[in-house]
């Protein structure tokens, strides 16, 4: 399984905007699909984004459609997270995770699909 190492988080104005990154610790080809969650005080862990191998397809949580942008760089064996227009809604703890089975290129994996998780970032937008 991958290691997978969050940051960028941090404290942010409303309408302001962030990149998170997610290094993995080992080769790309065991995190195959990646990609990231978040979990709010009190609340449940929710999808934010999802990414292919490829790079080639994305899907995101309605939530955040719009205004976040996932992305991965396999030359640097880490994906990204661009936030955009960020509002207290979406202060929460932010994981990376990784799914080490291929399907194929351009699958995007579901929830459950993930196997290998990141400590996590701390995001925090201010009204």
């Known amino acids: 399984q991958a290691q997978l190492v969050e940051s960028g988080g941090g404290l942010v104005q409303a309408g302001g905007s962030l990149r998170l990154s997610c290094a993995a610790s080992?080769?790309?080809?065991?995190?195959?699909?990646m990609g990231w969650f978040r979990q709010a005080p009190g609340k449940e862990r929710e999808f934010v984004a999802a990414?292919?191998?490829?790079?080639?397809?994305?899907y995101y949580a309605d939530s955040v459609k719009g205004r976040f942008t996932i992305s991965r760089d396999h030359a640097k064996n880490t994906m990204y997270l661009q936030m955009n227009n960020l509002q207290p809604a979406d202060t929460a703890v932010y994981c990376c995770?990784?799914?080490?089975?291929?399907?194929?290129?351009?699958?995007?994996?579901?929830?459950?699909?993930?196997?290998?998780w990141g400590q996590g970032t701390q995001v925090t937008v201010s009204s």
């Open positions: 995770a990784a799914d080490s089975k291929y399907y194929y290129d351009d699958y995007v994996p579901h929830s459950t699909d993930f196997g290998s």
């Open positions: 080992e080769r790309t080809r065991s995190s195959y699909g």
């Open positions: 990414i292919s191998w490829s790079g080639g397809s994305t």
